[in-house]
């Protein structure tokens, strides 16, 4: 069984909904979307991009969200009832490792899709083959994951680095990948996807604009929500890490300051 590192309390709904907001244009530019694809995405979350994809193969495509969480599938409900717009946009609830899908709906995906998921789970390539299963041939799948070595703050901040390896080590505990990102390619080739094509989408930003307040709001909250593991774990204590998340605040209030990272994607065709 998957361990989700973060939960689904509302605060770390807000951030998943302020994150998405943040990132998926630069993510869609990448997927490059036809009108009148079917597509399933798996491990949807709150299914914020999901319906944007689904603005991009339109009212003759398909996208269908899959979130074992039921919290986060009520919240992605309660996206698409909000989003009058979109059409032929379905949420359903399952396992990224079985997927819920009938006889008719195996190979019969355009696309396949994982944003995030790969790291949270302890057989990330159990999770790729039943993607794999779920697209037609020609179809693809496209991975976006995190490869948490690739985030670096300039300057950095006092105690941040001990602050950092103790999140990523919470992955290990849980028997989860952080460093997953680096493995898309060989878990699609291992999987029998081909031709594969590997990019970064750009997460970072700095001091002076308008969404820098975001990003580090985003990158606090998303350290705090692993606290309960990474204290009982024996990561860090308590005293480092409130010290370490005041030299972090301070730090953002610098004009020069600058976040600096990456998510790893990557695209492979089923032959």
């Known amino acids: 069984m998957s361990q989700y590192i973060h939960g689904s309390k509302p605060e770390e709904q807000h951030r998943l909904s302020v994150m998405n907001d943040l990132m998926n244009s630069r993510c869609l530019a990448l997927m490059d979307l036809k009108m009148g694809e079917r597509v399933i995405d798996i491990g949807s979350g709150l299914g914020q991009y999901t319906l944007e994809m689904a603005r991009r193969v339109g009212d003759k495509g398909f996208c269908l969200g899959i979130e074992r969480d039921p919290k986060q599938l009520e919240g992605a409900n ?25 006889g008719k709906e195996l190979n019969s995906f355009d696309v396949g899709h994982a944003r995030f998921v790969f790291e949270h789970l302890p057989k990330p390539e159990v999770a790729m083959r039943e993607l794999v299963t779920a697209i037609k041939p020609g179809g693809r799948v496209v991975a976006e994951d995190d490869d948490h070595a690739s985030l670096i703050l300039f300057p950095e901040s ?55 307040a975001h990003f580090v ?29 005041s030299q972090l605040r301070a730090w953002s209030n610098l004009p020069y300051a600058a976040m600096w990272y990456e998510i790893y994607w990557a695209c492979g065709t089923k032959p």
């Open 78 to 102: 309660k996206h698409l009832v909000a989003n009058i717009d979109v059409k032929c946009v379905e949420f359903r609830q399952g396992e990224v490792e079985r997927l819920p899908l009938s």
């Open 158 to 212: 006092p105690g941040f680095s001990t602050l950092w390896n103790a999140y990523m080590r919470s992955y290990d505990r849980l028997g989860n990948d952080p460093y997953i990102g680096r493995r898309l390619v060989s878990l699609m080739y291992d999987a029998g996807l081909r031709n594969i094509r590997n990019d970064v989408v750009f997460f970072g930003d700095c001091a002076g604009t308008a969404t820098f």
């Open 217 to 245: 709001n985003n990158l606090i909250g998303v350290i705090e929500s692993a606290r309960s593991t990474m204290l009982t774990c024996n990561l860090i204590d308590e005293r480092t890490m409130e010290e370490a998340f």
